[in-house]
């Protein structure tokens, strides 16, 4: 778990970047249950007016907890992650989850945290395709 | 005053609870989404996604409520813990409708889901705000 007395109101989260492909996307749909052709059937995407597959939000924001995670030290010092979904991420691209301290409780000590992840598409920086927040509790 | 519509949900649906679907905390599934994710330990937060997707089908069954899931977008996401989930154990996933507001045609409908384990205590409550987009938009 990480300390209280080695963490600042602004300190940054280190930013956390994957390139989303079919094969994680499906590994995701197998692990989480969410079998939504949307995500797997690039004719099905298109129907539904995509140019292709999209990943599931909840893929992307898996991806956010993990940056929250690896800064919090272990999964158990979450005490709370939620997200607004605001733009679909497609194969190919990458994401790039951060975050920031927003304020400090004490007693207990608990760090609020202001999350996002953006996307680099076609070269620029889309951002955010999501928002969000954390509670992480410290040490 | 607007004429009740059936290409939307049921506002009075609003406040239904679910009964209790059993989930098990697997293993083999933590491990995936530990793989995926890259953490190297304990039960990632959002693997609740996981038990929530045990509970939806009777949600999406449910014709008081009458969501149309082709339709769906997720739009929000949050998950609460009292304690982090322990692999093996077995759960309790109970599903309600919180609040269903129709604007512009558009249903937003948040279902929330309380884990609770073998003692009653619900060791996380999940919420998901869904977006029903308007028929034939």
């Given at each position: 778990m990480r300390s209280r007395a080695a963490v600042s109101v602004g300190d940054e989260l280190p930013e956390l970047a994957r390139v989303v492909t079919r094969e994680d996307v499906k590994a995701y749909a197998d692990a989480g249950g969410d079998q939504n052709p949307l995500h797997q059937d690039d004719a099905f995407a298109r129907s539904a007016g995509f140019p292709g597959i999209i990943a599931h939000g909840m893929f992307t924001m898996g991806h956010m907890a993990a940056a929250v995670v690896a800064w919090a030290g272990e999964p158990d010092a979450v005490l709370a992650v939620s997200a607004q979904f605001r733009a679909p991420v497609f194969m190919g691209e990458t994401i790039v989850a951060g975050g920031q301290v927003r304020s400090i409780e004490d007693r207990p000590a608990i760090a609020l945290l202001e999350t996002w992840v953006r996307v680099e598409r076609d070269g620029r920086t889309e951002w955010p395709v999501k928002k969000g927040e954390a509670r992480v509790r410290l040490a | 005053m607007r004429e009740p519509d059936d290409d939307?949900?049921?506002?009075?649906?609003?406040?239904?609870?679910?009964?209790?679907?059993?989930?098990?905390?697997?293993?083999?599934?933590?491990?995936?989404?530990?793989?995926?994710?890259?953490?190297?330990?304990?039960?990632?937060?959002?693997?609740?996604?996981?038990?929530?997707?045990?509970?939806?089908?009777?949600?999406?069954?449910?014709?008081?409520?009458?969501?149309?899931?082709?339709?769906?977008?997720?739009?929000?996401?949050?998950?609460?813990?009292?304690?982090?989930?322990?692999?093996?154990?077995?759960?309790?996933?109970?599903?309600?409708?919180?609040?269903?507001?129709?604007?512009?045609?558009?249903?937003?409908?948040?279902?929330?889901?309380?884990?609770?384990?073998?003692?009653?205590?619900?060791?996380?409550?999940?919420?998901?705000?869904?977006?029903?987009?308007?028929?034939?938009?």
């Open positions: - | 939307e949900m049921n506002p009075a649906a609003e406040g239904t609870t679910y009964p209790a679907v059993p989930f098990t905390v697997e293993p083999s599934r933590v491990a995936a989404f530990r793989a995926l994710f890259g953490i190297s330990e304990g039960v990632p937060p959002t693997f609740v996604t996981a038990a929530e997707f045990a509970a939806f089908p009777q949600v999406v069954a449910d014709r008081h409520l009458d969501l149309d899931f082709s339709r769906v977008v997720h739009g929000s996401q949050a998950y609460a813990f009292r304690r982090p989930l322990r692999e093996g154990e077995e759960l309790a996933v109970r599903a309600r409708i919180e609040s269903i507001r129709i604007r512009g045609g558009n249903g937003f409908v948040t279902i929330a889901m309380d884990l609770e384990d073998a003692d009653g205590v619900v060791v996380c409550t999940a919420r998901s705000q869904m977006i029903e987009r308007a028929a034939g938009g």
